[in-house]
């Protein structure tokens, strides 16, 4: 980044921090409705905030939602047009979120697929849009893209976003009460979370209609999938709005992989439509489905399942690209690599992992993974999306997501999604979720007391570690340490860095520091001990490297993992 110098970017990145926390410490329950207009209205807007738009039917239609679309067609500031999907909203009303990303006035009018119908067709809005005010980043900066580097994420004005993610598969569901989600909001954006990923629709480890999938106002869909519940999706959009203003991107998981073959492609594509609908005017993440080519628990027919999911998933993704005028990130959820997941890599924009939920044995496939995907062409960011639930089937500690996060972000990532076992499928006190299809259950630790695990707050301080530096530009460095044979164990060291400029060393197993070699003599280096556990730094003074350029720490107050880090 050209445009930004280092030490801007850390004042951003800390302020965003800061009002993401001060933000959640007094969101509501769910956010208030987007404001709302009709034609004629000529309403004020801040930029990138969203209004939703109306219109209403001058017939009546008997399955609106199937028979009827509506798009609303955006000629922005600048003279460009981009069409925004309508949303079958209620009764014989169809509507738009939109955003205005520019300053200016903005002229919108509807295209109905029953052009005679004088209620949907042809209606004009004009919204002006006014600079933002706030403290919000995500409105300030803009909705997220793929850096020119095609290796992170960035804003639209350039700011580089370090995805430290949380797991909330379940989080729509009436389960978790407004204000338990409005709590564990708060958690989230304090210890310095940036976005949450959460399913929109049908849930996994369950059937479609199983109970504890009901949101507040039913299920996502009416029965036999004819259409979606839009009290459901109005009862979701307050949510999303409330993860957007406590300053977190929600990662919009559609549905799990498995319901294709049960929905139908043409249906699930409809289904796609109103979530672009919805949710494209938020900055939002989309996430095509989860676990994409992985065939239902009970499936007598698993291989044929697959591949018709990896072929169904792929003509998805590629009908969201085209229907989303927002551009925003496109990702999915995989069984271990995102790119094997469809037929056309290329459609996406963030390559996800999932690298397993094993102990202390997944760590060497975190790291074989992380490199895999780095070198998979064509180059895309890399987020390990999940890995290790702390506490599911009673082990990954906290230990364990420590090894997790530093061995995925100093081989090469550009992102890491956290998980607590609990808070993903919302257990309650009392009322665990149960077992899944297979019979058998995760693990029963209530919601509340899993949000308070240790891991979580460990995550976010090495989120706010990493956010520090220019950690877009760090690479690994194997020849700058001794233990590079030992770098595919859980237990050895992992360097990456930017020549001339930062070291950082990850010790995951800190009895006798790493000795840091090939250091430039003719520079001087700070060096610091950093505690992943506490966040606690301890500065070591500027370092004196031997005649080869190699240095070795002094001993860590006690032993446990440490991170070491060198500034020019």
């Not at 505690?531 to 606690?536: H, R």
């Not at 031997?546 to 500034?567: A, M, S």
């Amino acid at each position: 980044m050209s445009s930004i110098s280092r030490r801007e970017f850390v004042g951003i990145a800390t302020a965003g921090v800061a009002a993401a926390a001060a933000r959640a410490g007094d969101s509501p329950a769910s956010s208030a409705p987007a404001l709302r207009a009709k034609p004629g209205d000529n309403p004020i807007i801040e930029r990138n905030t969203v209004i939703t738009l109306s219109v209403t039917a001058a017939g009546t239609y008997q399955d609106p939602y199937n028979d009827v679309d509506v798009d609303f067609i955006v000629t922005a500031p600048n003279g460009e047009q981009q069409v925004v999907p309508g949303y079958y909203d209620s009764g014989q009303t169809w509507s738009c979120n939109f955003c205005g990303t520019d300053v200016g006035t903005n002229v919108i009018k509807t295209r109905c697929s029953v052009a005679s119908d004088s209620g949907l067709h042809g209606r004009p809005f004009t919204v002006d849009v006014k600079a933002y005010q706030g403290t919000n980043p995500l409105y300030g900066s803009g909705r997220l893209r793929s850096a020119a580097d095609k290796h992170h994420l960035e804003h639209m004005d350039g700011t580089p976003f370090l995805w430290i993610g949380d797991t909330w598969w379940m989080g729509l569901c009436a389960r978790l009460n407004d204000d338990n989600f409005a709590a564990l909001l708060r958690d989230r954006a304090a210890k310095g979370f940036s976005l949450v990923q959460i399913i929109a629709g049908p849930y996994p480890d369950m059937d479609a209609w199983d109970p504890r999938g009901a949101g507040p106002s039913g299920f996502p869909f009416e029965q036999d999938f004819a259409r979606v519940n839009a009290s459901y999706f109005a009862d979701a959009t307050r949510r999303i709005q409330a993860i957007v203003d406590a300053g977190l991107v929600p990662c919009i998981v559609g549905m799990w992989g498995y319901y294709l073959p049960q929905i139908g492609l043409d249906k699930v594509k409809r289904f796609w439509r109103n979530l672009v609908a919805r949710f494209a005017a938020y900055p939002v993440v989309w996430c095509i489905c989860g676990e994409a080519t992985m065939p239902y628990y009970l499936s007598e027919k698993k291989e044929e399942d697959a591949a018709a999911q990896k072929a169904g998933w792929t003509e998805v993704m590629r009908y969201v690209r085209e229907i989303d005028g927002y551009h925003n990130p496109i990702t999915i959820h995989p069984t271990q690599y995102g790119h094997e997941q469809v037929d056309d890599p290329s459609l996406m924009d963030v390559d996800m992992l999932q690298t397993g939920h094993s102990d202390i044995e997944t760590i060497p496939n975190v790291i074989k993974s992380v490199r895999t995907a780095l070198a998979h062409e064509p180059k895309l960011p890399i987020v390990n999306g999940e890995v290790n639930y702390e506490g599911i089937m009673g082990r990954c500690w906290q230990n364990i997501i420590r090894l997790s996060f530093y061995h995925s972000m100093l081989n090469g990532v550009s992102g890491f999604t956290y998980g607590a076992n609990g808070i993903w499928q919302v257990n309650e006190q009392g009322k665990p979720y149960g077992p899944s299809p297979h019979g058998r259950a995760w693990g029963n630790t209530p919601w509340d007391e899993a949000m308070n695990l240790p891991g979580s707050r460990q995550v976010g301080l090495g989120g706010k570690f990493f956010a520090r530096f220019a950690w877009w530009e760090l690479q690994r460095q194997p020849d700058w340490y001794d233990e590079s044979k030992k770098e595919n164990d859980a237990y050895g060291v992992v360097v990456a860095g930017i020549p001339r400029k930062l070291r950082i060393a990850y010790a995951p197993m800190c009895w006798n520091p790493p000795t840091i070699k090939a250091i430039e003599t003719d520079l001087q280096y700070s060096a610091y001990y950093f505690d992943p556990i506490t966040g606690n730094e301890i500065a070591l003074g500027p370092i004196k490297p031997d005649e080869n350029g190699n240095w070795t720490p002094p001993f860590p107050p006690e032993v446990h993992d440490w991170v070491i880090f060198l500034q020019a």
